[in-house]
């Protein structure tokens, strides 16, 4: 089966996502299983045959533990952070794609809007998720598999990470994504 045809550089594709079941290891919790939804975009930066490379960009997604009741639980967010040195994703002529980024949780108390803790994956340390037999660019209904659990580490307010001790784990993060039409 051949690949549909691919956007041109400089074209933004914007993704919903949806991971059900997530385990997410913290010191502070203990092991949650939690459901996120949300999105992200990717940039499309070179766009050929052999291999269209991509900055994979505002990954914004929310898992509610009680979603039902807006003034309790805690929101647990995960976006993407903006580093100059996060390699660029990729879709290779195989069809295989690579996404890459640097994460920050964000966990808040919903009651109190108190931000409990700020997590962020170690510098220079990724998360990559990989889709196999991509068809399409916008993704179409295209399962993502994370490589390797993500280390997570304190996030101190002025944007330094606390290497010294691990704080977390994202253990496993499996979604699906979908083109926003």
Do not use: W
Request: aromatic share 4%; glycine share 4%.
């Amino acid at each position: 089966m051949t690949r549909a045809p691919l956007p041109p550089a400089g074209v933004e594709l914007p993704h919903s996502a949806y991971a059900a079941n997530v385990p997410l290891k913290l010191n502070i919790l203990g092991l949650l299983t939690l459901d996120f939804k949300g999105g992200f975009t990717l940039d499309v930066q070179t766009a050929d045959t052999d291999r269209t490379t991509m900055k994979f960009k505002k990954l914004h997604m929310e898992a509610d533990t009680s979603p039902s009741t807006p003034d309790s639980g805690t929101l647990f967010s995960l976006a993407s952070a903006d580093t100059a040195d996060t390699p660029l994703s990729t879709l290779n002529s195989s069809s295989e794609l690579r996404l890459h980024t640097a994460l920050i949780l964000k966990i808040t108390d919903k009651e109190t809007g108190e931000i409990l803790a700020r997590l962020s994956t170690a510098p220079g340390k990724y998360a990559t998720l990989k889709a196999d037999n991509v068809q399409t660019l916008p993704l179409v209904n295209q399962p993502l598999t994370l490589q390797e659990p993500v280390h997570l580490f304190e996030l101190s307010s002025d944007g330094t990470v606390q290497t010294d001790q691990q704080a977390g784990t994202l253990e496993s993060f499996d979604a699906i994504a979908d083109q926003i039409t």
